[in-house]
């Protein structure tokens, strides 16, 4: 059953940041799994905040860093107020820290890929970007964002627009009629909405959600490195594909929803 945490009225709100959660709106730090409710605020009793640590609660300033932590095929996501102390790292993702959390609403998956880009391009001009944690972001009818390299994320938007990224715990988001997003590397995701819109991920234990069609691989984990074993692409309405959810590729080459 969800702990639920004291909620703490009128808590400070100094930084805007987003935060996955389990679909029930519930995060399961430390094994403890604690129970949200949005338009609450929450602190952590003056505990020391540190980041990953027990007495703190978490939200990510770049969006798609949220999908490291709760992945796009089984969370949700919200637009979160943070205060109180504050702690960051710099040569790491942009997860924060912080002893004050409110919970606001939810932001769907294109509103999120949205800010993604308005985030990428608040902090970079370059739209290619190669190196760890490179960032790219595109957005307007037929642009494209890549990047290449560990952790490194490529959103767009737009018709057309496509976003592609390299790397283990690379993602790839893209929204718009005709947009399609590819991810490769391990833990990889790709999500694409929009009419006409593909996700393609192609790495080991990555996931594909698509309003349209998906492509995967499934690959023999028992030998180093892990081999390819196949890859499979469907339409959305075959197969027992739905818009909206996501799967993986088992080594049997059947699509798996994952929940």
């Not at 029930?24 to 640590?53: A, I």
């Not at 492509?215 to 984990?221: I, P, S, W």
Request: with cysteine.
């Amino acid at each position: 059953m969800a702990k639920k945490l004291a909620a703490a009225v009128g808590a400070a709100q100094s930084v805007s940041a987003y935060k996955g959660f389990n679909r029930d709106l519930t995060c399961t730090p430390s094994g403890v799994k604690f129970q949200y409710e949005v338009g609450k605020s929450y602190n952590n009793g003056g505990k020391k905040v540190t980041r990953c640590g027990e007495g703190a609660f978490h939200g990510v300033a770049m969006p798609l860093d949220a999908f490291s932590y709760y992945g796009p095929a089984t969370s949700v996501y919200h637009g979160v107020g943070l205060g109180g102390d504050i702690v960051r790292k710099d040569d790491e993702d942009t997860k924060i820290a912080s002893a004050e959390i409110t919970i606001n609403a939810e932001v769907k998956l294109p509103e999120f890929i949205r800010a993604a880009v308005r985030w990428v391009i608040g902090e970079a001009k370059e739209r290619v970007t190669t190196g760890y944690r490179a960032h790219a972001a595109s957005t307007g009818d037929y642009a494209h964002a890549a990047s290449t390299g560990y952790r490194a994320h490529a959103a767009s938007t737009g018709d057309y627009a496509h976003a592609a990224s390299t790397g283990n715990g690379a993602h790839a988001a893209s929204t718009g009629n005709g947009a399609h997003a590819a991810s490769t590397g391990n833990g990889a995701h790709a999500a694409s909405t929009g009419n006409g819109a593909l996700a393609v991920s192609l790495g080991v234990g990555g996931t594909a959600k698509s309003s349209t069609g998906i492509v995967l691989a499934a690959y023999d984990e028992s030998v180093w490195p892990p081999r390819l074993i196949a890859v499979r692409s469907s339409l959305v309405g075959e197969n027992g594909i739905e818009a909206g959810k996501a799967y993986r590729l088992t080594q049997a080459g059947e699509f798996e929803e994952v929940k």
